[in-house]
């Protein structure tokens, strides 16, 4: 009797320690693929570092024309465009890209300055989004949407990490007194 319930207890210990291997195995694959995708992310994002880096180091100044062509083949990629779509959207982006820009920098802009260039950025950004919709399908404007608020999120991370002095204080009235 004393064999049975030892033998028993044996079975059954192994049996816990069988069950116990196959969770940590378990755990194990889920913990490699997720690091697999971690990584993949990471590599993305390096190559698209390092695309922008040598972009940047190449200093290309690219003519209006040539970056209104560019941006087309890319929304025709990415929107699979149809010809009449291809047309519609260079003339939209000849229209709106191609304005003379005011760069002020190292000047000291009044309030006034300010709201008007910010109200004028805006307007032409509601423009363009609603001549897109005119010309794209559903569908198709749902992946435009899509996609810049991908490339603006983007943007703000790589922004973010670039300005090292950038510190993200809530805006209370103490912090407002200081600006």
Do not use: C
């Not at 049996?15 to 690091?35: H, L, P």
Request: hydrophobic share 35%; net charge positive; aromatic share 6%.
């Amino acid at each position: 009797m004393k064999r049975i319930i030892v033998l028993a207890a044996i079975a059954l210990f192994s049996f816990e320690m069988n069950a116990q291997e196959v969770k940590t195995e378990v755990v194990q694959k889920e913990k490699t693929e997720k690091t697999r995708a971690i990584k993949a992310k990471r590599a993305k994002i390096a190559d698209s570092k390092r695309n922008h880096a040598v972009n940047r180091k190449q200093n290309i100044k690219l003519t209006a024309e040539q970056r209104n062509d560019l941006r087309v083949k890319q929304l025709t990629l990415a929107l699979n465009l149809s010809d009449k779509q291809q047309n519609k959207v260079a003339e939209l982006n000849a229209k709106t890209f191609n304005q003379d820009t005011k760069f002020v920098r190292g000047k000291k802009l009044t309030n006034d300055e300010v709201y008007n260039l910010k109200a004028e950025r805006l307007d032409k950004q509601i423009a363009y989004k609603r001549g897109m919709k005119k010309i794209l399908s559903k569908n198709q404007f749902a992946q435009w949407e899509n996609m810049n608020k991908e490339n603006s999120a983007r943007y703000r991370q790589l922004k973010h990490k670039n300005n090292r002095n950038f510190a993200h204080k809530p805006k209370t009235e103490n912090n407002r007194n200081r600006m």
